[in-house]
Structures are given as C-alpha cells and as structure tokens.
C-alpha cells in the first residue's frame, strides 16, 4: 500500500490490496512446482527471517531461499519454501523438492554452518561439494572474541582466509592456533572441525572464489527483499508473505538478465574441475 502510495499516488484499502493480490496465488503454485534444469552450477542457500500472526499470536518465520546459477550463467530463485525456525530437517525438504522437481546434480553448494545442513545436501546431491560461508565463520568467531583483541585476531585471521594458495592457509591456521589457541580455544576448534568445507574455494581460480567463499549473493537478494517488506510489522497469513516476496523476485529477476559477470571464463573453469559431470547441453541457450 504505501509503494502505490509514494509511487503512483494511489491509496487503497488492505481488504482491495488482498484481493487483487490473491489473484497471483495460482501463479504462485505453479511456479513452487515448475521444472528445474538437470544441473545448475552454484546454489546459494540461507534463510530469511519473518514476524507472521498465527492463530491470535505473532511468531517468527522462516523463509528458505535457494538461489541458483545455471550453466548459462543466469540467476535465478529456484525455489522459496515458508517454515518455522531453519533447520537442517525443513532444508532436507527443500533439497529433496529440487530433486523431485529434475535437479540432478549441483556442482558447488554455498552454505552458513548451520548444524546438519552440509550432510542434508551431501544425502539429496551426494557429488555436490559443500562450501561453508566464511563471513558467517568469522561473524561467530568474533562474538567469542573481547574487543580489545578484536583488531588484532582479525588481521592475523586474515592471514588465513585471504592466503593464495591451501597450503598457505593452513600454515597461517597454523600461526594462528599457536597464537591464539589457548585464549580462545572454542574459536580456533570450530575453524578445525569445519576446515574441510571452508577451505573449499581454495582449489579454484580467482573468479570461481569470489562468487563461492560466501553466501553473500543470496544474502544481496535478501536485502532487496527486506527494502520491499520493511514496512510491514507482521504478515497477517503466510501466504501474505510468499505474495509479496514472489511478486518482488519478478521484478528482481528482471534485473539478472545479463547474467553473472566473467561467466565464459568460469565455464571454462568449472569445465576444467567438473568435465565428466557437464554435457554440452546443459549450456545451451
């Protein structure tokens, strides 16, 4: 309302507003159901997170977006699925609805460090390599970390996740534990225990590393999302929520048209890691 308010000057009423909007939900049905390509090769996959009124009462939602690349190098939402708190069971559905709906394989999966999440997508995709966001790694070693050290703990944590070369991260993980180990333990275990799947990145060229160390591309069309619904205190339906937020994926799909940038040259990247897992054509327009 407020949109077509400061837009085009009009004002109308919530109960009007449904019911132009609910016109969409056939729409809406088939587009949770469409088919999906065989491959896709990057997915990006968080949760965002809603205030919805539930039988007299307002509780937090989540929603689950799955974000993926094609192997033409064009953006899409594959799918958007409307739980309660994320976890690891509720993704195990939304990755076994891709399936169901033709998705045959994922080449890299992008992920936080949601507990269980890694092995659920290893279940549905078991060839799918798994790299954990290594934003999401730092914001929750930074919480265990008093101010005081902050600066210097980053920058030498830097040294880590900034290094050329996997052998030369793990001597800096290295340096780091020696340094820090005994004063944060807990920090330096989770950055061991996950190292597998942060240090995922590190085996591709340049180009593949910057669209795949973070979760930061799904966590881009979380934002414009939020702009869309920041006006709302709490949905009043769930499918209050999937209407808004599908209407504005239209709109914000129409803006990926041109595609991931340098995708040729991350093809033929990905050609040189995945070739007996890409078919000619899966890249064809």
């Known amino acids: 309302r407020t949109h077509l308010q400061e837009m085009y000057g009009v004002s109308l009423s919530d109960g009007t507003i449904n019911s132009i909007t609910d016109r969409v939900i056939p729409a809406i049905r088939e587009w949770q159901e469409r088919p999906l390509e065989r491959l896709y090769a990057i997915v990006w996959m968080d949760a965002i997170h809603f205030k919805v009124r539930e039988e007299g009462r307002v509780v937090t939602k989540a929603v689950y977006s799955v974000l993926g690349a094609n192997m033409r190098g ?26 169901q709906r033709g998705v045959e394989d994922i080449l890299i999966a992008c992920i936080d460090n949601l507990n269980g999440f890694s092995d659920a997508i290893e279940d549905i ?81 340049e180009p593949i590393r910057k669209i795949i160390y973070t979760t930061n591309t799904v966590e881009g069309y979380h ?4 702009k869309v619904t920041k006006t709302k205190g709490a949905f009043t339906s769930d499918m209050a929520v999937m209407k808004l937020i599908y209407l504005a994926t239209l709109n914000f799909e129409k803006r990926w048209k041109r595609g991931i940038k340098n995708w ?17 054509s899966d890249t064809v327009y």
């Open 74 to 99: 064009g953006k899409e939402v594959l799918g958007l699925y409307l739980g309660h708190h994320e976890s690891a069971t509720f993704w195990m559905q939304v990755l076994s609805d891709l399936s």
């Open 125 to 205: 995709f078991p060839r799918t390599e798994v790299q954990l966001c290594i934003i999401h790694q730092i914001r929750n070693s930074i919480k265990y970390i008093p101010w005081k050290d902050q600066r210097e703990f980053m920058g030498d944590l830097k040294q880590v996740y900034r290094a050329g070369t996997l052998e030369l991260a793990e001597y800096h993980l290295d340096e780091l534990e020696d340094k820090w180990g005994s004063k944060y333990a807990v920090v330096l275990k989770s950055w061991r225990s996950n190292w597998t799947r942060l240090s995922q990145y590190f085996k591709y060229p």
């Open 264 to 280: 040729p040259t991350i093809l033929n990247q990905l050609n040189l890691y995945f070739e007996q897992r890409i078919n000619e």
């Open 223 to 226: 934002r414009m999302v939020r």
